[in-house]
């Protein structure tokens, strides 16, 4: 099949841990790289965002990525791209016009608005992964929240114009119901995960009483470092990595690491806490397999990847009990859910597992053997590539009741502010 994927903002050859730079970016380039390998001639179009990236280039996982020139030639924040989306999609429309792919993968709503606006003259069926939802970041940071106004309006046409949704947790099948979308084509795939890269290690002699602690992912509040740095004052002979962010030397000048330094000042552990910055995949593998557990406690999750790569390392994790992470960690037998926001909770749940090696050694055991049984890339890419062949064969007029919603998600792709 000839694949489209669309990525406006998240490009899949970006380096991961910066603010802009996350889990979106690491899915569309693993889910290329394992679509390809299928077979599938897949092509990735995103912003140009530096004057240095050429118009085409080939990704080292054999799928093609294509830079559009889409607003300014420089990095901008993506709740401040909708004013471009109209050049994105007549570049997509001319592009297809000219070579039509089988079908359209959207990744977030943006990218949703774009695709079904350049593919509908074309009768190319669009699958739309949102990967994160306007309602649900709405629900958590209220004023704080930076989207455009209309964003949930756009989310619900978009997603009841698509030919099919991808959920990638049950949490978010029920969030999309809520939204007016139908049941019936919505199809749950989850996130993958390297599990060669991700692999364990021979446990680490440790003293009892001793535990080292890792959160990973972006240096933005809503991933709950602050919460393990809180957790951390209450479990004493714990130490904690905290990796992710720009690169070491610039931490200084990151305001929320300024504000973990402090935090962990404050509260008397600042010699218990490491910051590491952006680390490689390599490196973000190695920093996994020698942890004892992982603390991966946001406020809300859409999934959760950092928590996959740690079952996949055979790390224990403890989780905050929403979004994605209800579904990949099960309580009890891959590690442990605590609510979230709540660092007495995770800090007893800490104490716990650092007086009990044998639990921790059995949690690890089974996360990996989930791992690998529910949640490597080429599984996830067969699933996906079913949901593909499904909407190809069935054609683009999958829902003729809501040809209200397909005019207003092209509407706003013409005339996006």
């Given at each position: ?55 085409h ?20 924040p ?71 106004a ?12 698509a030919?099919a ?50 959160s ?7 991933k ?20 992710g ?10 305001p ?18 490491r ?111 079913r ?31």
């Amino acid at each position: 099949m000839r694949i489209a994927m669309v990525s406006e903002h998240a490009s899949p050859l970006a380096a991961l841990g910066e603010a802009e730079c996350g889990g979106q970016n690491l899915h569309v380039a693993e889910l290329a790289a394992a679509l390809a390998d299928r077979g599938h001639q897949v092509t990735v179009y995103t912003r140009q965002d530096d004057p240095g990236q050429p118009g085409h280039v080939m990704a080292p996982g054999g799928y093609r990525v294509v830079h559009v020139p889409a607003g300014p030639v420089a990095p901008v924040p993506r709740d401040e791209l909708m004013p471009h989306l109209p050049a994105f999609t007549a570049f997509l429309g001319r592009r297809w016009q000219y070579r039509r792919p089988d079908v359209v993968h959207a990744h977030f709503w943006m990218s949703g608005v774009v695709s079904q606006r350049a593919a509908a003259p074309l009768g190319v069926p669009v699958v739309l992964t949102y990967h994160a939802l306007g309602v649900v970041k709405r629900r958590h940071q209220g004023a704080a929240d930076t989207s455009p106004a209309r964003r949930v309006e756009l989310e619900r046409a978009i997603g009841r114009a698509a030919a099919a949704v991808v959920a990638t947790c049950g949490d978010e099948v029920g969030e999309l119901v809520r939204l007016g979308l139908s049941r019936e084509r919505l199809h749950v795939v989850p996130c993958g995960v390297d599990c060669a890269r991700f692999r364990p290690a021979p446990p680490p002699d440790r003293r009892p009483g001793t535990l080292q602690v890792l959160s990973a992912g972006r240096l933005v509040p809503r991933k709950g470092h602050d919460v393990a740095i809180h957790a951390l004052a209450g479990v004493p002979g714990a130490r904690l990595t905290i990796v992710g962010g720009p690169p070491a030397d610039q931490l200084g000048q990151d305001p929320e690491a300024r504000r973990l330094h402090r935090l962990a000042r404050d509260l008397g552990v600042e010699r218990r806490v490491r910051f590491t910055g952006q680390a490689s995949r390599d490196a973000m593998a190695s920093h996994l397999r020698s942890a004892d557990v992982v603390a991966c406690v946001p406020r809300y999750e859409p999934f959760g990847l950092v928590a996959l790569e740690a079952m996949a390392s055979g790390t224990p994790v403890l989780a905050s009990a929403v979004g994605g992470l209800l579904d990949t960690v099960v309580h009890r037998v891959t590690g442990e859910h605590v609510p979230p926001g709540q660092p007495e909770a995770l800090a007893a749940a800490l104490r716990r597992l650092a007086g009990d090696p044998v639990k921790l050694r059995q949690y690890g055991i089974a996360a990996r053997e989930r791992a690998v049984a529910r949640y490597p890339w080429p599984q996830v890419a067969e699933l996906t590539e079913r949901v593909y062949r499904r909407v190809a064969a069935a054609g683009s007029t999958h829902n003729p009741g809501r040809g209200d919603d397909a005019r207003d998600a092209a509407v706003a792709a013409g005339g996006a502010r």
